[in-house]
């Protein structure tokens, strides 16, 4: 009984697809080419290969398969709608969801990479920054299949998954989950794609979770700069040439490696750095895996062990990360009361020798000049100041 009950099942959801793939072409086809769209605006993004529905104000995203097939359309509405409290949907009800993707740009040549992203503002912010091919997966659920459907149709072309880092989400009973993480580095292992996540360097925003925010908060070149530091391949004679690799070529599981490749990518410019005023070691931009700013964990050495193996196929014990991450932390020590006390300019106006009269508001007498003098006596010569400022 189970099989046969299956099989209808599936035959009804075939022709529903169908069904719906045909109603899905044939409004498509209707919709004028050129419009506007306060959403693409609000994402300062344009639209490629899209439809406008001039009525509603909407924008019609196709949803193809690997055979060219319209399947259905996303529907990105201006404003969320009250009866799902969303502004995206997907239309006709039955379509086949599973491994439809918009690909944005001309086919890519062989050997160039080609982009997989979530939403389709996020590939129009990275189409926009790289010119590179995108195919847009629509949701992190997606992002496998559309991964197995650009690996067949472009076999000579390496992956990248520029994914979403969803770094507030959390499951129902409170724990953090990154669903933008988990899924695409799930992807990445099956199909041998490489992974990037967005890294701001302003105070990061909740709710900026993707390259479409970078682009917004920071600009095109800041998608551009992260996404082509793992494109393109590094010059002759660069950094990479230090590594330390096997005789197979694969790379060594040794700290030295470890601390070259913290220390080079630029990925990780400007975030592990070392606090002289706490003794502490600190991330002073979000790192390439997500998160926040702050004092360095345990886990984030455990974060930099799965960033290693899934960028660089380099498997290392966390005491290698520990003792690299400490290296390359020192390497960029910083003092943050040092720093400031080094920026204050006098603006060369005497205020020692009548601080007691005019600040504290102390009658002149003699008794007040004698302590008004030992006192400024003492503040010329602040042995804490002196330490501060000189690091003794």
Same mark, same amino acid.
């Given at each position: ?21 045909? $109603? ?11 419009g506007?769209?306060?959403?693409? !605006? ?6 490629i290969?899209v ?10 995203v ?41 690909? =944005? ?15 389709y ?17 629509? !949701? ?11 690996r067949?149709?472009?076999a ?9 880092? !969803? ?45 479409? !925010? =970078? ?16 494109? $393109? ?11 330390? $690799? ?6 060594i ?61 380099? $498997? ?5 990360v ?53 006192t ?17």
């Amino acid at each position: 009984m189970g099989q046969p009950i299956k099989r209808r099942a599936a035959e009804i959801a075939n022709n529903a697809a169908r069904r719906a793939a045909k $109603r899905a072409q044939s409004l498509f086809e209707r919709m004028p080419t050129i419009g506007r769209s306060d959403y693409l !605006d609000r994402k300062q993004i344009v639209g490629i290969k899209v439809r406008y529905a001039p009525r509603t104000g909407a924008v019609l995203v196709p949803m193809s398969d690997a055979h060219n097939q319209l399947m259905g359309l996303q529907v990105i509405f201006p404003i969320k709608q009250e009866d799902t409290g969303r502004d995206k949907s997907y239309w006709p009800y039955g379509m086949a969801k599973e491994g439809a993707f918009h690909l =944005l740009g001309s086919y890519p040549e062989p050997g160039e990479p080609v982009l997989v992203c979530e939403g389709y503002a996020t590939g129009a912010s990275l189409h926009m920054a790289t010119s590179l091919t995108v195919a847009v997966a629509f !949701d992190a659920g997606n992002l496998l299949a559309v991964c197995k459907a650009m690996r067949e149709r472009f076999a000579g072309c390496p992956l990248i998954i520029c994914r979403d880092d !969803d770094w507030k989400t959390t499951k129902p009973n409170g724990d953090a989950w990154n669903p933008g993480e988990e899924k695409a580095s799930n992807a990445a292992l099956i199909v041998g794609a490489q992974v990037v996540a967005p890294i701001f360097s302003v105070e990061r925003h909740d709710k900026w979770t993707d390259f479409n !925010d =970078l682009h917004v908060a920071e600009g095109l070149d800041a998608v551009r700069r992260q996404v082509l530091a793992v494109v $393109r391949p590094p010059a002759a004679g660069g950094w990479k040439d230090q590594l330390a $690799r096997s005789e197979s070529g694969a790379l060594i599981a040794h700290m030295q490696n470890v601390e070259l490749i913290l220390a080079n990518d630029e990925r990780w410019a400007g975030v592990i750095s070392y606090s002289a005023f706490s003794s502490k070691i600190v991330k002073l931009r979000a790192a390439p895996y997500g998160g926040g700013t702050g004092e360095w964990a345990d886990i984030d050495d455990m974060r930099v062990m799965k960033w290693l193996a899934q960028q660089y196929n380099l $498997r290392v014990k966390s005491s290698h990360v520990i003792e690299a991450v400490s290296v390359v932390a020192h390497d960029h020590a910083f003092h943050p009361v040092r720093e400031y006390l080094k920026k204050l300019e006098w603006d060369r106006v005497p205020r020692l020798e009548a601080w007691l009269t005019d600040v504290m508001g102390v009658r002149r007498s003699t008794c007040s000049c004698c302590v008004r003098s030992a006192t400024s006596s003492g503040l010329r010569r602040s042995s804490a100041t002196r330490r501060v400022a000189s690091g003794g």
